[in-house]
């Protein structure tokens, strides 16, 4: 065979560090330049080619319904529930089945390897991609590193390296781009784990988010935005620490997040096979959108595990999405005694469940149009999907 006649990622070689990537300011790190994979970077790259009805139609057989008030929000899926793994695993993010599920894949022999994210020894918060093939290093995976994490660029590990079957955890922007070049990999088989996400931050965004928000930010080893309207931190000395999402410095936050997720509408990862966050649970629950057969499969293997429940939904998120979207344009910062009396007034009345995870998609989706709308009106028509002007189109915007 000659050369010209190889695939282009055969041809291909990563892309040298500190070049500028492709996607440039909306790059979301995601890694898949960092591989051979760089050869499809123009058709794979989540910000350079929006594309969901055909990444639906690949890994599902068909696109969401957008007149499904389901399907509209939370995408293609087959069964959403809710869950607890029985026994929590020590230190993982929430209970830990994303963990789990790893660990029984490679168990039960299903995988050869799972595709997740170590951190550095040397920092808790800088991640590390790694294809686990034991379950030792997929324990050692718990728990979100919050930022943004090249874990496309351990493709360049596969060829060679005996692994034919592999599961994959990553978040939106990876797993877009992990599908576009699914055909071309050398797998036998790919299940996708997919996680939720939105406001990821560099590592030195996360700083500056760390300083303005928490009482102790060098001591903080775990934090989520909470169902109860909350940031909960937990610090190395065991205490905990929360902060009602009214509180935040709105102005000093407007900057930290990145770009790219400011421009992403891919907040329930449309792709994945099986999603696993805490957006459409109550308090302290997981939960679980099962996309398709696979995802079942997957489900299966913790399934037994797991202490489940019904999805349920309560409140009227509407008024609330509406008056966010003004402040947040505003960029009002309100007194701490305010803050604490609208954050306990919203975890009374405000929306719970499903309810709750429109109102955190709705908030998220009308801040980023507006934001592509101002700082990339060039690419704003083809890069909102379809389902997230449906969804905006329900509130007034400020001026773009
Ligand atoms: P664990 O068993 O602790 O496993 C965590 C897994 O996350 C590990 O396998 C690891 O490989 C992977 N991981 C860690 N950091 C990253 C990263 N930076 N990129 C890709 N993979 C990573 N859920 C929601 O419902 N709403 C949200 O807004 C939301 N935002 C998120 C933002 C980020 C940056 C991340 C990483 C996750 C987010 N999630 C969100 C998912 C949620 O926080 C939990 O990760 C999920 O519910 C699994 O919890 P667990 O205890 O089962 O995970
Ligand atoms: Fe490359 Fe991924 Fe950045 Fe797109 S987001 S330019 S595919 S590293």
Redesign the pocket.
């Known amino acids: 065979m000659t050369t010209a006649s190889l695939p282009p990622h055969e041809r291909a070689r990563p892309l040298a560090k500190g070049r500028v990537k492709p996607a440039r300011d909306l790059c979301s790190d995601c890694g898949l330049c960092d591989s051979r994979w760089v050869a499809y970077v123009r058709t794979a790259c989540a910000f350079l080619n929006q594309q969901f009805e055909r990444l639906e139609e690949k890994a599902h057989g068909r696109s969401r319904d957008l007149d499904n008030a389901d399907e509209l929000y939370f995408g293609v899926h087959q069964r959403m529930t809710t869950a607890r793994l029985a026994a929590p695993?020590e230190g993982?993010?929430?209970?830990?089945?994303?963990?789990r599920l790893?660990v029984r894949a490679l168990e039960s022999g299903l995988v050869d390897a799972v595709l997740?994210?170590q951190q550095s020894p040397d920092d808790r918060f800088t991640?590390v991609p790694v294809l686990a093939r034991t379950p030792e290093q997929v324990l050692a995976?718990?728990?979100?590193?919050?930022?943004l994490?090249p874990?496309l660029q351990v493709l360049e590990q596969l060829p060679g390296s005996g692994i034919r079957r592999l599961l994959a955890?990553?978040?939106g922007c990876?797993i877009q781009a992990l599908r576009a070049v699914q055909d071309t990999l050398p797998l036998d088989a790919l299940y996708v784990l997919g996680?939720?996400?939105?406001d990821?931050v560099s590592r030195s965004g996360l700083q500056t988010f760390l300083e303005s928000a928490s009482r102790s930010p060098a001591t903080v080893v775990h934090y989520?935005?909470m169902q109860d309207f909350r940031i909960h931190f937990r610090h190395s000395d065991g205490s905990a620490e929360t902060v009602p999402f009214f509180a935040l410095d709105t102005p000093k936050l407007k900057g930290v997040f990145a770009p790219s997720c400011l421009s992403c509408f891919d907040y329930t990862n449309a792709g994945a096979d099986l999603v696993?966050?805490?957006?459409g649970a109550s308090f302290g629950r997981?939960?679980l959108v099962v996309r398709n057969p696979k995802g079942q499969q997957l489900l299966d293997l913790v399934e037994a595990e797991l202490d489940l429940a019904p999805v349920s939904s309560g409140g009227d998120r509407r008024a609330a999405v509406q008056q966010g979207i003004e402040a947040y344009d505003k960029a009002i910062r309100l007194p701490g005694w305010l803050a604490e009396l609208v954050g306990v007034f919203v975890q009374r009345f405000g929306p719970k469940g499903l309810e709750y995870g429109r109102f955190?998609i709705d908030s998220h989706f009308t801040r980023n149009a507006l934001w592509v709308r101002r700082h990339h009106p060039e690419i704003a028509e083809q890069h909102i999907p379809a389902f997230a002007k449906k969804i905006i189109g329900r509130y007034r915007l400020p001026a773009a």
């Open positions: 695993i993982a993010q929430w209970t830990g089945i994303v963990s790893g997740c994210v991640p995976a718990r728990v979100n590193k919050p930022t994490s874990n955890i990553g978040v990876q996680l939720p996400c939105v990821n989520e935005f696993v966050g805490y957006m997981q939960w955190s």
